[in-house]
């Protein structure tokens, strides 16, 4: 905090905003025109970009399905609430190394949705979540994607618990080349955490993003191995 900042913080949180507005002014975070409050993050013309979806993917062949069955027998469904396009990739960058509450609401908002559209039966599922490596989780602060499933477990009213946990501290998965590259990368990086949180149970596993599928694949492998009955990986964009 500048010296401006403080001196002018106890008059209040509209004149420390209006101060921020003066030394920086406010810009979309996608597409940088200016806006009129920071607070909001987007402009308008960005936020009408967002579209949710409202159909299941493949997460064999990552085509949206015109019904509820998949085309492929996969492991699991996968919900994914929009594509990578823009502004959703800005907002989850902003969100994942800064945690912006205004930013998780609209994040939340979105899974939420597109939960709401997709998952029949929704009361019937725990929600949970794909680990950080605590390391990772120390350096950060905050696992992005515990907060969403949180949030998304709140508002359903159903329970939300960690199943998995990291065992190994591998690089990022967006630092990997090909889908070759990310699956070794993650291979052997999970365990399970309670086995009777999982056995019988219909899972919904949140993380952000699917790129290639191969962590929700490798999540669901372990999974699997303590018989759920149903497993949807729900994220906020499927890179296409
Ligand atoms: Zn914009
Ligand atoms: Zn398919």
């Not at 199943?163 to 690089?171: A, C, E, K, S």
């Not at 790129?211 to 994220?235: M, N």
Request: net charge positive; with cysteine.
């Amino acid at each position: 905090m500048n010296i401006l900042t403080k001196r002018i913080v106890p008059f209040g949180n509209k004149i420390y905003y209006y101060a921020l507005d003066i030394l920086f002014p406010p810009i979309c975070v996608s597409c940088s025109v200016p806006i009129k409050d920071q607070r909001t993050y987007l402009c308008s013309d960005c936020f009408d970009k967002i579209t949710i979806q409202t159909a299941p993917t493949c997460p064999a062949c990552g085509k949206r399905q015109a019904g509820k069955e998949l085309c492929h027998r996969t492991p699991y469904t996968l919900a994914a609430s929009c594509y990578y396009h823009e502004p959703i990739p800005q907002l989850i960058q902003y969100f994942k190394y800064k945690k912006l509450e205004n930013i998780q609401t609209i994040l939340s908002a979105i899974l939420i949705v597109h939960a709401q559209k997709i998952i029949p039966h929704i009361e019937s599922y725990i929600i949970s979540y794909i680990p950080l490596h605590p390391k990772k989780e120390q350096a950060r602060g905050f696992n992005q994607s515990r907060i969403l499933a949180q949030t998304v477990a709140n508002y359903f009213q159903i329970p939300c618990m960690q199943t998995l946990q990291r065992i190994r501290n591998t690089p990022s998965q967006t630092k990997q080349k090909g889908s070759l590259g990310r699956y070794k990368n993650i291979q052997d990086c999970f365990s399970s955490v309670d086995p009777k949180n999982i056995q019988g149970k219909n899972i919904i596993l949140v993380d952000d993003v699917s790129t290639s599928g191969a962590t929700l694949r490798e999540a669901t492998k372990i999974l699997r191995t303590y018989h759920p009955h149903h497993i949807v990986g729900l994220v906020i964009a499927k890179v296409e």
